[in-house]
């Protein structure tokens, strides 16, 4: 199968893998999505590091163009045929929603501070338990609602003194990016339903590279060896995350898998501290602390919760 490549062609993931297998469905989404976190982190300190270096639409392209090469070896080894879709028409709608996010994200990821690129992305859960209820139908639990809006406090303590700093203007760009990734996300979760994680992830990564191909075109300027390096491991760990990601959304409500969402803020805070020499603030500190409390609290009544029949 597929998703069997990955333990041999991306072994920094084997053991998350091995501990995923095991618990309840519930608590295996919210371990993916646990994750798919962490390796978003790591994947946004490598990207800005790059979008400092090159243009940001070329640096976008090249960590899709080569997030679709860490697969080919994969792709191959499986065959063609195990990654033909069932229905071309969403895997191609996916592609052009997730591409216009990315525009508008990677178009500011240079000038917002890591932090608060991850906390004005925090209102994307919002957007993703609305559109659960409205286009997949999903049950409307009062727990994660509370979470959700606990842990979007916790965003506003972080963000709130600093919408006026150095971000600028550049923090309501990112800010626009968020309805159009949760869009991208419900789509994810409508695909799950009849396509595996592998051909979704591999089929996410083709479609964003042909339509980011003409921008990173006319910004292109020769990439140095160790920018060529740099695209590979965002081309690594994006592929991984959207994995992690996409197996969260599976078997479970992705409703269920979004308060968990709100840890980022932690891990990318931490690498922010590690990489970029950004020392968080108080204010980072409390609402860091106010979405660790909301994610524990939803995360421990959603691992016993059983999952909705026929998913």
Same mark, same amino acid.
């Given at each position: 199968m597929p998703e069997d490549r990955w333990? =041999? @062609?991306l072994p920094f993931v084997a053991g998350v893998l091995d501990g995923l297998r095991r618990g309840s469905p519930m608590a295996r989404a919210l371990g993916w999505a646990v994750a798919a976190g962490v390796i978003f982190s790591l994947l946004n300190a490598s990207l800005r590091m790059l979008a400092m270096e090159l243009h940001p639409f070329q640096a976008q392209f090249l960590r899709y163009l080569f997030g679709l090469v860490v697969m080919l070896p994969m792709i191959l080894r499986s065959g063609l045929a195990q990654y033909r879709p069932n229905g071309l028409g969403g895997q191609l709608w996916?592609?052009?929603? @997730?591409?216009?996010?990315?525009? %508008?994200? #990677?178009?500011?990821?240079? @000038?917002?501070? *890591? &932090? +608060?690129?991850? $906390?004005?992305? #925090?209102?994307?859960?919002?957007?993703?338990m609305i559109g659960a209820v409205w286009m997949l139908g !999903?049950?409307?639990?009062? !727990?994660?609602?509370? &979470? $959700?809006?606990?842990g979007f406090v916790g965003v506003l303590i972080v963000v709130g003194p600093k919408l006026s700093g150095a971000g600028g203007y550049?923090? %309501?760009?990112?800010?626009?990016?968020?309805?159009?990734?949760?869009a991208s996300f419900l789509i994810t979760k409508a695909l799950t339903r009849r396509d595996s994680a592998s051909v979704i992830v591999v089929w996410q990564a083709l479609t964003v590279s042909v339509f980011t191909l003409p921008l990173a075109w006319l910004h292109w300027s020769p990439p140095t060896a160790m920018q060529w390096v740099g695209s590979l491991v965002c081309g690594m760990l994006g592929s991984a995350a959207h994995y992690c990601l996409t197996r969260s959304y599976k078997n479970v409500d992705i409703s269920s898998t979004q308060s968990v969402r709100f840890? +980022?803020?932690?891990? =990318?805070?931490? *690498?922010? #501290?590690?990489?970029?020499? +950004?020392?968080?603030?108080?204010?980072s500190i409390v609402g860091g602390m106010v979405v660790l409390a909301s994610t524990v609290w939803i995360a421990r009544r959603e691992a016993g919760r059983a999952p909705p029949s026929g998913r």
């Open positions: 333990r =041999s @062609h996916r592609g052009v929603v @997730h591409t216009g996010g990315l525009l %508008l994200w #990677f178009f500011a990821l240079p @000038h917002v501070p *890591l &932090a +608060d690129m991850t $906390a004005l992305g #925090f209102t994307g859960p919002i957007f993703v !999903e049950r409307m639990v009062w !727990e994660r609602w509370v &979470a $959700a809006l606990i550049y923090n %309501l760009v990112m800010l626009a990016a968020a309805p159009m990734f949760a840890l +980022d803020l932690i891990w =990318s805070a931490t *690498l922010g #501290f590690l990489v970029f020499g +950004d020392v968080p603030s108080q204010s």
